[in-house]
């Protein structure tokens, strides 16, 4: 392609030769002739200087780049039509593998791949175009929408609802048993059945073997457009909003709500039974123990505002000497004291 | 079922109509006619009045209620088996699955169920009315002893000793190689063969994505009773006692033991070789790094007394205004000095 | 085998009967006649009195045993080769399972064991007397060396590129999507395709329930005879060096590189774009937010120098006592001030 038809599919201002070639897109360092490469931030302007690659995706504020240049408001949105239209994901042959277990009572929608070894229970329903890739298992009564990708080894346990577009990566588990148990006066667990319902809606990614789990009574939902990634936690009752974005190892517990664009950083916790507000940012490894307001941005264990925070954290490393001084100056004072008796 | 039933079934003082017909268990939010609900703590009781259930179960002291009452001093575990009555769980029918893989030489109980594609290993024993759903794989020599339920994708390696009534929720791991490795003088790990053996008592349940390492020698141990939550790491030749709870993304270091009663919150931790007393308990993200006395409630990084974590931990976002107090005292102090001298 | 066989076969000094015949290695705790044990660590060597042990590897500078001795200046590695010789691993017979999925445009190298339900995709070259347990899908040209030992329920996606002698454990993921998402401005996230490569070299092990997702551009590289533990997130584009040390459920954010030789404890994680030099080493639960020099050992939350941090971290629970001090400090002054004034 072009890089001129290639400005045009992406909306930006071509700056350079229009007849090059395009012919991948990479990283500035590994690019080389017939790549197109992009500068996210622009801070890092610097590193352009040292590329091969053919043409970059810039912002407009960049001043040079030793290439032809893409220019636009949105270099990183830019960059991400760039790989699509450079490396369009192939897809599987529509059809039904002849060694998956497909229930005779399933309804497959048109278009639909599965793959080998795949299950797909009684009364399931996938609406056309999805994808099932080797080796899940979709329980009874699941229903999943159109153009799904669900990836190997993914568990959808019974009556799960999926919407459309949802992409699920490889062995995640959605609709596995909350953690529910009533303690007996013996110290013995009493299992609560979960027979809740789990409900993902419309355009939401899970990560690798993240588990989404089932509540006993009423639903866990995870709302249009969330993002979750890789061996993220979230357990019975909580509800998602939209948009929300939650990093790696993420743990959220029971009943915990999460308004639309929430962002949690990785290996961040919530504690059950709070709410975080629409827009509240949590910082990685944070511990949220209690309600955050809508906008706010938390950070640390327990999490609290975020400034606040950093600014008192780094001073645990100087408590050794605080606790020095600490003892100097009331030594000192106790020195005046006993003079002035 | 009518709600004088349900009350001699639960064992329950009923106060109302017990003609009342109920069907479904359901949360004080989403109840209506014909759902039972419940109060499992008596300090949400406020929430009581705006339900619409037919019912709610309570506790005694508990002083009002729009509808008819189910009274009992354990709501919690009246609730549970609520559930139970009104949701009884379905189960597949006994038999293998013709596109199962079960070795001939495999010992499978009466009554049991194997899903589609399972794999049972040589020489593997399964009891009776045991489930393993589809994709579930047990290597050679293992044992499942009666009325377990073994999820999709569940692996349980060669030789595991697994008792009845245990349940593990999907894709989790039982036996897979403990991390262990001799440092060679030129810097590279040398794997130590792990051969040693798990064992799972009765009435364990493994969540989703959990994993029990196998150790080299000896053996990894979980008690009768513990009921483990999702994405948790139990290391090789960990022992637990019985009716531990170990919430979800916990990780537990090589050789630690857990003595009954345990009880370690989310994305807690704690490393190798130490040791927790009796019904000790572990606060949420603490970082358990020596022994913990039987009953102590500990928290914080690293675990001590949680009484003086909490009380210390909020000081932390205190510490900028300490140290310019500190500062501030200091210079007064060296003022008075000057005059004094 | 005999002692003194054993003895030779490990290089090891033999002190006591060469005749005695030894049948396996067990704990000392549990070892009894006819065991070999182990001391791995010679604080530890008032436990060599009460072991039943026929003999057990120690270090030179242990002084007395009760039983037969094999001295060497590595008894742990003298250990792990001594579980080799007494317990080798089985392995399954080389073949293809009739109820594998292999696409016939693989290449599958000589004495390869493919179990049942393994899928292999379309042009996947699987190197000689590598092990595919069941249920185990490797994509369309995915490359594996030779001797690979990949367990039940792995997925290792398209184009991944593995080495020789790696082992995976159960239902770790390989290549699964990076978490990349591009923030279009109505707060919704658009999906970067990621079509980078994944390498992992000769002797690498990955633990269970492990991802190691793939970039959008480039690649994410763990470098030769890295061990990872179980239930580890490693981000798209990382670089990890050789003989790196990964405990359990520890992440490492998008694009940051380790160098040879790193450690880093269980729960801990690294922020993306940082840096760790050759041989550093994290502490537990520590969080990696800045670059880290080569060697330096860190630790805390945010992580930096060890000693400051230990020594640091401790006195959070003083805080409340050093707060009262400092304004009973401040009272003082205060009073003496006026009486001066």
Redesign the interface.
């Known amino acids: 392609m072009t890089l001129a038809d290639l400005a045009v599919r992406l909306g930006c201002r071509l700056e350079g030769d229009g007849a090059i070639e395009v012919v991948r897109?990479?990283?500035l360092?590994?690019a080389g002739p017939g790549d197109l490469s992009f500068l996210a931030n622009a801070r890092y302007a610097a590193r352009l200087s040292d590329t091969h690659a053919s043409a970059v995706i810039v912002h407009p504020s960049v001043e040079t780049a030793p290439c032809a240049r893409l220019e636009t408001d949105?270099p990183?949105?830019a960059?991400?039509?760039a790989?699509?239209v450079l490396?369009p994901?192939g897809r599987p042959t529509p059809g039904v593998?002849a060694?998956a277990?497909v229930d005779r009572s399933a309804e497959i929608g048109p278009d639909v791949s599965i793959?080998?070894?795949a299950?797909i229970g009684a009364g399931a329903r996938l609406g056309a175009r999805t994808i099932i890739?080797?080796?899940v298992?979709i329980g009874g009564q699941a229903v999943l929408g159109e153009d799904c990708h669900i990836?190997?080894?993914v568990?959808i346990?019974d009556g799960v609802c999926i919407g459309s577009r949802v992409?699920i990566?490889?062995?995640a588990?959605i609709g596995?048993?909350g953690?529910?148990?009533?303690?007996?006066?013996d110290?013995?667990?009493?299992?609560?059945?979960q027979?809740g319902r789990v409900v993902i809606e419309d355009?939401v990614?899970v990560?690798?073997?993240s588990?989404v789990?089932r509540p006993?009574?009423?639903e866990t939902r995870i709302g249009r457009?969330t993002?979750i990634?890789?061996?993220v936690?979230v357990?019975h009752g909580v509800h998602i909003g939209r948009?929300v974005?939650l990093?790696?190892?993420v743990?959220i517990?029971g009943s915990t709500v999460l308004d639309?664009?929430v962002v949690m950083a990785?290996?961040s916790?919530a504690?059950g039974h709070v709410h975080l507000g629409r827009g509240a940012k949590v910082g990685?490894?944070s511990?949220v123990?209690k309600h955050v307001a809508p906008g706010e941005h938390v950070a640390?264990?327990?999490a609290?505002?975020v400034t606040?925070?950093r600014?008192?954290?780094?001073?645990?490393?100087?408590?050794?000497d605080?606790?020095k001084?600490?003892a100097d100056?009331?030594a000192?004072?106790a020195a005046?004291?006993a003079?002035?008796k």
């Not at 110290?187 to 059945?193: F, N, R, S, V, Y």
């Not at 600014?311 to 050794?320: F, N, S």
Request: aromatic share 6%.
């Open positions: 897109v990479a990283s360092e590994e949105q990183y949105l960059f991400a039509e790989v699509e490396t994901p593998h060694l277990a793959g080998a070894f299950c890739e080797p080796h298992v990836h190997a080894h568990s346990r992409i990566q490889d062995a588990v596995s048993d953690f529910g148990f009533a303690r007996r006066r110290g013995t667990h009493k299992k609560i059945l027979v355009d990614e990560g690798a073997q588990a789990d006993a009574v009423g457009g993002k990634d890789n061996l936690q357990a948009n974005i990093a790696a190892q743990g517990a639309d664009d990785g290996q916790g504690t990685a490894k511990a123990t640390g264990i327990p609290g505002e606040e925070w600014e008192g954290v780094v001073l645990i490393r100087r408590l050794p605080m606790k001084d600490l100056v009331e000192r004072l005046l004291e003079r002035l």
